[in-house]
C-alpha cells in the first residue's frame, strides 16, 4: 500500500462509554452523550483525509437489552450525532430494522442516503441476523453499504459483535484499548500507520 494513502471505507466501534462514566462516578448512561463530540472530532477527521466512506456502530438489536434510561441516552446520543454531521453535510445512510419502536423516528428518512457529502453509514438498532435474512429475499438489508477496508475499535474488545458481516470479510481489524469518550485524533493516525503495513493481496 502506498505511503500516505488512506482507505477507502472505514468503520469504527466506538465502545467504553458506560465504563468511562463509571469511571468518573457518573451513572452509566452519562457516557453516551460525552461520546458525542469525539465522534464529530473524528467524523472531521476523515473528511480532511479523504476518506470515501464510513460506517459507524451506534447501537444494535442486543443493545436495547440494556436498562431503559440507558438505551434512551443511547439512542439520544446517536440521534443527536446524526443530526449534527448531516448539519455538516455528510450523505447520511442509518441502517437497522425500522419495523422496531427502537428505531429513532427522527430518522426514519434516511432510510435512503440523504446528502452529497462524505458517506456516512449509520447502523442503529442493527443486528447481524435482520441485515443477513434480507438474503430470504433478495439481498442485504445493508446492500447498499461498501465492503470494509478497516475496522477500528475502541474500548478494548477483541471481536466485530455482528458488525457487518459480511462487508467486514476482508477487513484489518485495530483495536485501542482506550474507553470511546477519550477519543484523539492520534489515535486514527496510529490506526492509518498500522494498516499501511499490512498485506493487501486479498488472499491473491
Known sequence: MAKGRVPRHVGFIPDGNRRWASSRGLPKQDGYANGVEPGLLLFEQCK????????????????????????ESFKAASVAFA????????????????????????????????????KVNLLMNYGWE???????????????????????????????????????VYADFYVRDELWPDFEADHFEQALAWFRQQDQTLGG
Request: charged fraction near 25%; glycine fraction near 12%; aromatic fraction near 8%.
Open 48 to 71: 480532511l483525509l479523504g476518506i470515501e466512506e464510513v460506517s459507524i456502530y451506534c447501537f444494535t438489536k442486543d443493545n436495547i437489552k440494556r436498562p431503559s434510561v440507558q438505551t
Open 130 to 168: 435482520w441485515d443477513l435474512a434480507g438474503l430470504e429475499s433478495g439481498g442485504l438489508r445493508s446492500q447498499e453499504v461498501s465492503r470494509l477496508e478497516l475496522i477500528v475499535r475502541w474500548g478494548g474488545g477483541r471481536r466485530l459483535s455482528g458488525f457487518l458481516p459480511v462487508q467486514s
Open 83 to 118: 443530526r449534527e454531521i448531516m448539519a455538516r453535510g455528510a450523505a447520511v445512510l442509518v441502517v437497522g430494522d425500522a419495523t422496531s419502536l427502537q428505531f429513532p423516528r427522527e430518522l426514519i428518512e434516511f432510510r435512503d442516503r440523504r446528502g452529497t457529502g462524505m
